[in-house]
């Protein structure tokens, strides 16, 4: 009797398209997802068990066309497939709805507080959050957690996210050169984690202290091999 495998009926990651071919009209939507990666990237250097996507197609049904949120993250589930990484994201074949989805708002609404917020929760997205920066009388950040179906406002910032083990928020910093807003990420004590950035020029400044006292020392730091 043969056995029935529903998932080898399905198209896999490689097979479906990407994206929805819709260019970001905001280049802050491509920034700020890519600074909370690239942090992650750093923070979790170690970790194979996550995977954070920007601009890219997640598909929950392969007769849909599919979610393409600003930035989401996965937990349990594979870093890397291999060396041509993830063209798309399939529920189905990731076993996993990401955990946490970012929309940026750009200068035309697209649904971020209406028909996504529907979408999300209806796929089991447990955090969703909206960065505004256009906004001046509503506030610019907010982040729902889904409770019995329905998203609840989390009022705070950072906002505590236990089951990923860090929070994300807000302030004033400088990325590419680029002094403003940001959103980053920080620890369960509130403190902010680096940028790749802020660790480069951090090890720079001590590398230089070292030398400094090397030489005080009467020793010469580029004759240590």
Sequence with gaps: MLKYDPLACLPSSDELPDSDDTPVDNE?????????KAILAMAWADRMDWFFGVDMGVYYDPNLPPIVPDGFLSLGVERFFDEN?????????????????LEVVSQSYRGEYTTKKDEYAKLGVLYYVVYNPTRRRKPRF?????????????????????????????????????????????????????TPEEQAKQAQQRAEILAERLRALGVDPDSIA
Excluded: C, H
């Excluded at 990484?85 to 989805?101: D, G």
């Design 28 to 36: 802050l939507q491509d920034l700020i997802p890519g600074l909370l």
């Design 85 to 101: 990484l993830r063209l798309s994201y399939a529920i189905w074949e990731e076993e996993q709805v990401p955990i946490f989805v």
């Design 142 to 194: 907010e982040v729902y957690k889904l409770v019995n179906g329905e998203y609840q406002l989390q009022d705070s910032n950072p906002v505590w996210l236990p089951e990923v083990n860090l929070a994300i928020g807000m302030e004033t910093g400088t990325y590419q050169s680029i002094t403003r807003e940001w959103l980053y990420w920080y620890n369960e004590q509130g403190k902010r984690l680096l």
